[in-house]
């Protein structure tokens, strides 16, 4: 009953991810100042019914629906949807949306053809930690993605001639360089809260906090991809379009932390 | 500058920390590749004898302990302890320059604005700190106020916590001790050297109703050779034990029969085995039954290999090997009801069950490296979250005032921000 109901509004919430993403292009070549208002709010929609999707997959599997591909892939979108639609009103940007709704509907795209199966938790995922674990890597992840849309936005603005329709809707690009630092420092702080806790449940788990499985290996390589672009931005001459490059390259870090080491790498993280 | 001088510069900057850092990103992705632990055989197989070579000539088969990666996390410490000691006198006296006006009443700031016949709303709309008032050096009224000044130690308290955190994962890794031991109830076996004896009392698999596992539970008592004390608990999966200073953890199962061995009919032997474990014949040792493996729920199909459909004894099988004089003398599956044969000798297998695999640790050093792990995530939160601005009105002539303000991060953003507040 729960699952058939989230079943429906995953398929809505798909839907209005993807007429926002449409409505987002249509603004780009029609320009008209009305209909990034309008894709907010389909946006903001679908971001509502994704929860509610979520909340009943939980209540259906009772438990997190934090544990497998499908559920992983799906919170994941709805991890980076949030994180854009945050950023989108703190720094009143509605561009942003623009480029974050296609890796949106992509990542959910990926969740609807993973497979919805409900499946028992085997005994070592039964931990309140694995919920602090995944949920935090869900807001690092969506920071990061952000980031990444940033950066995009950042690098093609140096290419298109400025312009009015451009100035009142994109900011300036030490704006667009801040805030991209916002998102990549908040997802950092995230994805060290990840760690951690994944530390903490793998020492409960298996008595080894840390054990060098690829996907550990790769979440440390992120942080530490992450944690020299903060170090150069300190540097003079580093900021703008070297921090963007280099945010880009962060984010294709956790990329195949998410599904590289799964799909090339052998480990312990096999089940999610 | 001498040379020496010039190495110790390079040494305690940034610069390096940057190198050092990207350094160690791609030797931790070469480590991550190249799958680890393996034997030359193993890496012959699947690169060529030449890669195999290499990968063992470099270490990269053992790549997180080789020299080289021990010799980069060596630089990164020193870097970070050399930085964060240095920086310790410039950041005491920055945050006393921080929390004083002196340093910015009489300059401009990163914005500034004029005119203003209450600077306290200023202050109270930029969600500044109450307001101090003081007077400039040309003796004009002044109010100062600071926001978030601990700010300016994140960086320092997140290099602080990485020091910490990769102090205590080194001086872990080097002095824990680690066993461990398995078996069915009724059992004892050593703690390694530790003068401990484990007996499992039970082993309980809960199960749900569809036949997967819920938890596995494992109670045992511990008791010491040296004093004759005896402490019992129980560990399962995700809720380790702690006893004699030491963590036990329900870390895996597997399957254990009892074999039994009969001589022309008449009783010769009897022992509990765990998959894998092996029994020389009592008046025979060269000749070794080896229990290879166990198939709770067995299926057969033509090309290939037998496998288990599921983890209940509907359909059980168990796989042995026999050898004799170190030669295979044969290898099959038996199902419950059959005996292996050779010569005078019968063996059966019987009582299929559970047995637990507990992991025994003693890391005295965890709490360090998790401690550090706390102090990281404090120091970025402060870094990024504790934003240190400043704001200051100057009365310049009765009644108007020059508010300015600057931020350490803000940029742009605080310069938005101050100019909608203050209009
Ligand atoms: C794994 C290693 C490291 C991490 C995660 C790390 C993290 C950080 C963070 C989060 C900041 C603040 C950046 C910002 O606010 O934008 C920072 C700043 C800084 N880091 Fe590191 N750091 C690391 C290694 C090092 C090392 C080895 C050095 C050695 C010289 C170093 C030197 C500095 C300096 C000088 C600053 C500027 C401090 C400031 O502006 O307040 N870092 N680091």
């Known amino acids: 009953m729960m699952l058939q109901l989230e079943n429906t509004l995953f398929i809505i919430t798909m839907l209005l991810y993807f007429a926002s993403m449409i409505l987002y292009f249509v603004f780009i070549v029609a320009k008209k100042d009305l209909i990034p208002k309008i894709a907010i709010l389909l946006q903001l929609a679908g971001f509502v019914l994704h929860t509610a999707a979520l909340i009943c997959r939980g209540i259906g599997a009772g438990r997190l629906p934090l544990t497998n591909q499908y559920e992983f892939a799906t919170s994941f979108a709805w991890g980076l949807c949030l994180v854009s639609l945050i950023f989108i009103f703190r720094f009143r940007f509605p561009v942003l949306g623009a480029f974050s709704a296609p890796i949106i509907f992509l990542i959910i795209g990926y969740a609807s053809m993973q497979s919805k199966e409900v499946r028992e938790l085997m005994p070592a995922l039964r931990s309140n930690w694995l919920g602090f674990h995944v949920s935090t890597a869900i807001i690092a992840y969506g920071s990061f993605g952000v980031s990444f849309v940033l950066s995009v936005i950042f690098l093609l603005r140096e290419k298109i001639q400025s312009g009015a329709f451009l100035d009142r809707h994109i900011p300036q690009r030490e704006k667009l360089d801040l805030i991209s630092y916002r998102s990549v420092s908040l997802g950092l702080l995230f994805l060290t809260f990840t760690i951690v806790t994944g530390a903490i449940w793998a020492e409960q788990a298996w008595g080894a906090y840390w054990s060098w499985d690829p996907k550990e290996t790769w979440s440390l390589i992120t942080w530490i991809v992450y944690a020299i672009y903060l170090h150069l931005r300190i540097r003079r001459g580093w900021q703008g379009r070297s921090a963007a490059i280099f945010a880009a390259i962060g984010f294709v870090c956790v990329m195949f932390t998410y599904i590289g080491v799964n799909t090339f790498l052998p480990g312990i993280h096999s089940y999610a | ?423």
């Not at chain 2, 999966?237 to 399957?255: D, I, R, T």
Request: charged content about 15%; glycine content about 8%.
């Open chain 2, 1 to 423: 500058m001498s040379i020496l001088k010039k190495i110790w510069k390079f040494i305690s900057s940034m610069r390096f920390a940057i190198l050092l850092l990207a350094v160690l990103a791609l030797a931790c992705s070469v480590g991550s590749m190249v799958t680890q632990g393996q034997s030359f055989a193993w890496y012959a197989q699947r690169y060529s004898e030449r890669t195999a070579a290499l990968i063992l000539a470099l270490h990269l088969d053992d790549a997180f302990h080789s020299w080289w990666f021990l010799l980069i996390s060596a630089f990164l410490c020193i870097n970070l302890l050399l930085c964060n000691i240095l920086r310790l006198p410039q950041l005491i006296l920055q945050y006393k320059s921080e929390t004083s006006p002196a340093s910015v009443l009489s300059g401009k700031g990163d914005i500034s604005s004029n005119g203003i016949s209450d600077p306290e709303a200023v202050f109270r709309h930029l969600r500044m700190p109450a307001p101090t008032s003081c007077r400039t050096d040309d003796g004009r009224n002044a109010f100062f106020s600071v926001k978030n000044p601990v700010g300016i130690w994140g960086a320092w308290i997140c290099h602080l916590g990485i020091l910490l955190l990769i102090a205590g994962f080194t001086l872990g890794q080097t002095t824990q001790q680690q066993f461990t031991v398995y078996g069915v109830p009724g059992q004892t076996c050593p703690i390694g050297d530790t003068g401990l004896l484990l007996t499992f009392d039970a082993f309980d698999v809960a199960l749900r109703p569809d036949d997967t596992v819920e938890q596995y539970t494992a109670s045992f008592t511990v008791r010491s050779t040296e004093d004759g004390s005896s402490r019992s608990a129980s560990a399962s999966v995700n809720h380790p034990a702690s006893l004699y200073g030491m963590k036990f953890y329900q870390n895996s199962v597997g399957w254990a029969e009892t074999v039994t061995v009969t001589q022309d009919g008449q009783f010769l032997q009897q022992q509990i085995l765990c998959t894998g474990e092996t029994l020389p014949v009592e008046n025979k040792p060269d000749l070794i039954i080896d229990f290879t493996a166990f198939y709770p729920d067995l299926v057969m199909e033509a090309g290939s290999m037998p496998r288990t459909a599921t983890g209940s004894l509907n359909n059980p099988a168990t796989l042995y090997t026999v050898y004799y004089q170190d030669q295979i003398l044969g290898m099959n599956i038996l199902m419950p009801e059959e005996e292996l044969t050779i010569d005078e000798y019968t063996v059966t297998f019987s009582d299929p069950q559970m047995y637990s695999l507990i992991q025994i640790k003693r890391d005295v050093f965890t709490p360090l490296a998790f401690a550090g792990g706390l102090i990281i995530m404090l120091g970025l939160f402060c870094s990024f979250y504790l934003q240190t601005e400043k704001l200051w009105a100057v009365e310049v002539s009765p009644g108007c005032w020059t508010v300015s303000g600057c931020s350490r991060k803000g940029g742009v953003l605080f310069r938005e921000k101050f100019l909608r507040e203050v209009s």
